[in-house]
Each structure stands twice: as structure tokens, then as C-alpha cells.
């Protein structure tokens, strides 16, 4: 019975440290989740129909995916380089690391993530304009801008969003069942 209470113990003092290392190594982590993410993207997006016109290959729809991935796929190795360096200067100048993962960060990613899932109904209902300032307005006051900046920012935000998309390239946005414009 003492090695189940030392397995325990052992495991409840892994578990406690398991924040500690999470925020030390944070930029490990991230790289690594971005490049099996962009390796999951392209090796995904190889299965796509190839886009073949009068005989020649074009680039068809696995193209922006794949592009996207190996763009990814850099940053996540300067994630894991920079958290490298990062933890070599810290140990030759013994400086405490100062950084780490606290509620409030934790509520603004689930926040931030929940915003996205419902900002796909939600321009079904409003429209795209109208919802897209909103999602914008909320994000920016719940990561600490003050709520008349953020209003500021959406209204430049969106405003820029509709003059590329909509008037430039002519790309119709979803119109809303409640307030269709």
C-alpha cells in the first residue's frame, strides 16, 4: 500500500509543478503546438482536388493552407529558438523569471475562443459589419482597452475590413436576418 501513497504523493508534486513549467517553457510549447498543427494543415491539405485548367496546374485549393502552414510552421521555430535563448541568457544572468500563466490569462484565451465560436452565428443574425464590430469592441475591452478606445478601434477596424474586402476586391459580405446591411 505505501508504493500507491508514494505513486500519489509523487504524481500530486508533478502536478503542482505542471503550471511552473508550462509558463518556463511557454514558448517551447507554443512552437511546437504551432508546427504539428501546420504539419497536420499540410499533410490534410494534400488530399485536395488538384486544379487543372486547358491542361495546366494551377494552384487550387490546397494552396493558401499550405502557404499558411509553412509561414506557421517559421514562427513555431522561432518560438522554440527564442524560448532557447531565452532560458540561456536567464540561467548566465540568473535572473527569475518573472513571467507566468495567471487566471485572468487563462479567462481571456477561453473568453477569446468562445467569442470566435459564437461570432459565426451571430453574422448570420446581424450581418458581418455589424457583427464584426461588436466581436472587435468586445475583444479589445476585455484584454484592457478602455471601452470608448475600443469602440474607436472596431469602427477603424471594420471600416478598413470593408473598404479592402468589399469595395476593392468585391467580396459580399453575409447580410444579417435582423438588420440586413
Not at 67 to 82: D, M, P, Q, T
Not at 94 to 102: A, G, Y
Not at 152 to 167: G, M, P
Amino acid at each position: 500500500m505505501s508504493k500507491y501513497k508514494n505513486l500519489i504523493y509523487s504524481l500530486k508534486r508533478l502536478f503542482r509543478q505542471v503550471p511552473y513549467y508550462m509558463s518556463k517553457y511557454k514558448n517551447l510549447i507554443y512552437g511546437v503546438l504551432l508546427i504539428a498543427l501546420s504539419v497536420f494543415v499540410i499533410m490534410y491539405s494534400t488530399g485536395f482536388p488538384k486544379y487543372v485548367v486547358r491542361g495546366h496546374e494551377l494552384p487550387g485549393p490546397s494552396f493558401f493552407p499550405t502557404v499558411l502552414s509553412i509561414f506557421l510552421i517559421a514562427i513555431g521555430l522561432y518560438e522554440i529558438l527564442k524560448d532557447i535563448v531565452d532560458n540561456i541568457r536567464k540561467k548566465e544572468r540568473k535572473v527569475k523569471d518573472d513571467s507566468h500563466i495567471t487566471k485572468r490569462g487563462i479567462i481571456n484565451i477561453l473568453v477569446t475562443v468562445a467569442g470566435i465560436i459564437l461570432f459565426v452565428p451571430l453574422i448570420d443574425i446581424i450581418g458581418f459589419k455589424l457583427g464584426a464590430f461588436i466581436f472587435a469592441t468586445f475583444l479589445m475591452y476585455l484584454l484592457g482597452i478602455k471601452f470608448i478606445r475600443s469602440l474607436i478601434y472596431s469602427a477603424v477596424l471594420t471600416a478598413v475590413i470593408i473598404v479592402i474586402f468589399e469595395l476593392l476586391f468585391r467580396i459580399p459580405f453575409p447580410q444579417g436576418y435582423i438588420l440586413p446591411f
